[in-house]
């Protein structure tokens, strides 16, 4: 009998922690249907491969819903729980189509189904609960279009895995859900641009109705609850950064009402859909917005044209959602790198603080009151939410003092907690994450920056850092200009000099890390993810006298390549940091992409790179190697079949095995 990602039970005895860490299995926070609270949906690395796991509640059955090589983590439930929607694509690519099979335990190959779950073997259980626990059935399989092994139908002969529609592939852009079955679905593709369709069952044949179609960015934000009004959140103005939307009719596409701050692209103020309210028969819709210098939350009815901004005291920015009677509003608060949650009441603007520990909430969600509840209790709903800190694992809990969702097995080791540094930089005050082993510094010093780039790090736990950590280096983490969670004027700092911007407050705070005692100045290794492999490489071209070593993961190498060969999405996005296409400014891709500068690096590089990733496509980086080459500068590139990153944790763990190795190798004082 194994357990967790097929380890015996006594195989984790000689495993070092920061493997655990990997290893251990994990819960996101489930997801449930509006009309059917019971039905849940999660994302597990329970067989070593992130997939979807449904959860009927009623029964405490869990089964695992797909089960292909590269994983899968796009999915959702229709309002009333019959239908599980789940996005397919090939190796990772992220180019596919959705398809949906019923909320049924299948009855895989080999595998019977209890009166709780279905299982497989020796297959793991996925997860337990208060409700019970499960196994998870299936085997691998191959293809765009395989979920779960199993029969073609379920025992109500409704399909497994059925396309939902007619429509080619395409790079996902939004779905919406109605109560009667209607579909709203969001594409993208380098030919098309952005185009959304409507599929009604038993009315639009193929492809649906197309309701909209633009060269550039736009997504599919929300369906109102009696499925009349679609919002669309889109970028015509040609600022990928600041979106504007717009709310049409369902049935032919009109324009019922549209909100852009940016004024036609004038000014740097966007928008997002936060969704439209729960309740039948009203149409206000909850909207971030940035016109007080950071993301908070308003009001808007685009039917009546009022629009409600709402006072939140509290620092940093606040995202929120509709509590499930539409009478408050979930806000779950960032700053400095921390959250917390309140419930806001509409009416008089009461804030209530919900206990939450210290640390990271990554999201949260108000939980339908059952059916007998009293009115007090469904005004004020158990929120449950996944919760995290630096040195403590994932939860999945409630507000009512429960552990939601348990993954099995190996449980994660804890790690160390993060301190803050405030370094002065050219654009202002650089907020920096500092893990630190045991001991007195200074240490070899990992400066790993975080992708995006409008994404920020938090006190939140990963295994990487963590991993560092365990082997005697200092982890320095830095929310530059372009980070999320500083306010407006520090995300909208990046123009036209992109990477240079953000690779002066990493310098800051190397400066500070060396004079303060923390970072041997002789052991700095700079390492990143996607936007954050893509500073490394341009580090090391840019500042090649204080790196002793560079780790890039799925970075931009070469600027020009990658526009060229990216999804059309990511295009919209350099036009707008940049200012326009490498044609029509070619001197500013030139000063930006770490191509121009790779013969000025000095330190041992490791590259790793998904061959099928769309958004740091393999050609530009092969274009950089090459160049490393001729130069017979000290690199190693390691290629893996996967797109922007894996979702297998097999090859997460020698990702960073090769990374550790060429470290040792290479860092003076480090083998």
Known sequence: ?????????????????????????????????????????????????????????????QWRVTDRPSGTTTG???????????????????????LRRPFTAPPAQ?????????????????????????????????????????????????????????????????????????AVVGRSTDEEGSTIHVVRPGVDAGEGREIYRHRESADVGDMSRDGTLIVIEHTEHGDAMHAAL?????????????????????????????????????????????????????????????????????????????????????????????????????????????????????????????????????????VEFLWSSAAQPPRVLSTAGSVVLSPPGMKPPPSVPV???????????????????????PFPTVFELHGGPTHHDSDSFAGQPAAWVDH????????????????????????????????EDVDAVRRWAVESGLADPARLVLAGGSWGGYLTLLGLGTQPEVWALGLAAVPVADYVTAYHDEMEGLKAMDRTLLGGTPEEVPERFAASSPLTYVDQVR????????????????????????????????????????GHGSLVVEERIKQFRLELDFTRRHLPGSG
């Open 110 to 182: 080999g595998a019977s189904v209890t009166g709780t779950a279905a299982t497989t073997g020796d297959s793991p259980a996925t997860a337990t609960s208060e409700g019970g626990s499960a196994g998870a059935g299936g085997s691998a399989s191959e293809g765009r279009s395989t979920g779960s092994e199993g029969p073609d139908a379920g025992p109500d002969g409704r399909k497994w895995d059925e396309p939902t529609s007619a429509l080619g592939p395409a790079y996902p852009a939004g779905l919406a859900l109605g109560r009667d079955g209607t």
């Open 246 to 382: 717009r709310v049409v009719r369902t049935e032919d596409g009109g324009t019922v009402a549209e909100l852009d701050d940016t004024e036609g692209g004038t000014r740097e103020l966007g928008l997002t859909v936060l969704g439209f309210a729960p309740v039948d028969g009203d149409a206000r819709l909850l909207v971030g917005h940035q016109r007080r210098g950071r993301w908070e939350p308003m009001i808007w009815n685009p039917v009546t044209g009022e629009t409600r901004e709402l006072t939140i005291d509290l620092p940093g920015d606040v995202g929120a959602e509709w509590y499930p009677d539409g009478s408050a509003l979930l806000v779950v608060h960032s700053h400095q790198a921390r959250s917390d949650m309140w419930r806001y009441v509409i009416d008089g603007g009461r804030l209530v603080r919900l206990d939450t520990p210290p640390g990271s909430v990554s999201a949260a969600g108000a939980r339908p009151a059952p059916a007998s509840a009293t009115p007090e209790a469904v005004a004020e709903a158990e």
């Open 472 to 503: 005697g280096f200092a982890v320095v983490r830095v929310n530059y200009r372009g980070s999320t969670g500083y306010g407006r004027e520090w995300t909208d700092a990046l123009k036209h000099r992109i990477g240079l911007i953000e690779l």
């Open 419 to 441: 301190e803050d540094a405030w370094v002065p930089g050219p654009g202002g005050t650089v907020h920096a994450l500092v893990q630190k082993p045991a001991g007195e510094g």
């Open 76 to 98: 959702t439930l229709s309002p009333d729980g019959e239908w599980i929607w789940w996005f397919s694509d090939t190796d990772g690519d992220e180019f596919g189509v959705w």
């Open 1 to 61: 009998m194994s357990t967790s990602n097929g380890e015996r039970p006594d195989a984790s005895a000689a495993m070092p922690d920061w493997e655990k860490r990997f290893r251990a299995p994990r819960v996101s926070l489930p997801q449930w249907a509006e009309d059917a609270p019971d039905r849940s949906l999660f994302i597990s690395n329970a067989t070593g491969t992130y997939e979807l796991y449904a959860w009927d509640r009623a029964t405490g059955a």
């Open 603 to 642: 330190a041992p590089v490791f590259i790793s790179a998904g061959v099928n990733d769309p958004r740091c496509p393999i050609r530009q980086i092969d274009n950089y190697v090459e160049r490393l080459v001729a130069r017979e500068a000290p690199h190693e590139v390691y290629r893996y079949d996967a």
